[in-house]
């Protein structure tokens, strides 16, 4: 199993996390050069509604905000994405709107298996100015594991970017090889994706985080993965039991480069 030092707890990046006043770590410095790409025992597979454009240039913000905050959560704010420190303001963070350990200036210690955050985006809103997009995910490990209680299958996610005023840049290069790889790809981005945008809202709980009911598309998603399951507050369940394994998933899409400086 490979494994590698990061957060002792994977669920706590998903909790929501309201009026927290962790203090950024003194030591945090800006990288003075783009992060070198890491070997990674995690892949991310990307879907969407059949009307949504997964290489949309909101598409792909809300996909590096979600990709460059889970980073973070492992190796630190300054360790991920080009850009997304500035994206989310750290280290002056809206921790009510911005998943705690996506906005952490270090990160605690612990251990990650193989497995596949596999996510969907669900709705999105563009225009020239903002973006908010609704997006499911799902973690599958690659070994099998057991539960002694009922398992939640993911979680519903927001996410709202706001122009801070530059031009809006046009999506990076379209990966077309969904089931290999591109010898151009990189799992950390070289350039900037985020460019004049900030990062405003990365966080679970959906729309609403007082009742963090899911969208009904997100439990359709969960359905159509898991025929069966129980349903409770849109959020889909499988019983206690062992879960088997799935094969890791080729990275989709990759970070191949920018279709122009953004």
């Known amino acids: 199993m490979f494994k590698k030092r990061t957060l002792g707890l994977l669920s706590v990046f998903v909790l929501l996390t309201s009026g927290c006043t962790n203090s950024p770590d003194p030591g945090e410095v800006a990288p003075s050069e783009p992060p070198s790409d890491p070997p990674l025992p995690f892949t991310n597979s990307w879907s969407a509604e059949p009307d949504i454009d997964l290489f949309s240039r909101g598409a792909e913000l809300v996909r590096a905000s979600i990709e460059a ?39 605690r210690g ?77 799992r950390v981005p070289d350039w900037d994706v985020f460019g004049p945008w ?25 359905l159509e993965r898991h025929p069966g399951s129980e349903v409770l507050g849109n959020y889909t369940f499988s019983p206690a039991t062992e879960i088997p394994g799935e094969p890791l998933l080729p990275q989709y899409p990759e970070w191949i480069g920018p279709s122009q400086s953004q």
């Open 198 to 222: 900030n990062i405003t809202q990365l966080r679970t709980g959906g729309r609403d985080a007082s009742t963090a009911i899911a969208n009904p598309a997100c439990t359709d998603w969960w």
């Open 69 to 107: 905050g889970r980073h973070a959560s492992f190796f630190s704010v300054s360790q991920s994405f080009p850009g997304y420190r500035e994206a989310i303001g750290y280290p002056n963070v809206n921790y009510s709107e911005i998943a705690d350990t996506a906005a952490r200036g270090r990160p």
């Open 110 to 186: 612990g251990w990650i298996s193989e497995l596949t955050y596999l996510y969907h985006i669900v709705e999105i809103t563009e225009t020239a100015n903002s973006i908010t997009a609704e997006v499911c995910d799902e973690r599958v490990k690659v070994d099998p594991y057991a539960n002694d209680t009922p398992v939640r299958h993911g979680f519903s996610w927001i996410v709202s970017l706001t122009n801070t005023g530059g031009t809006a840049g046009l999506p990076g290069i379209v990966d077309t090889t969904p089931d290999g790889s591109d010898p151009r790809a990189r």
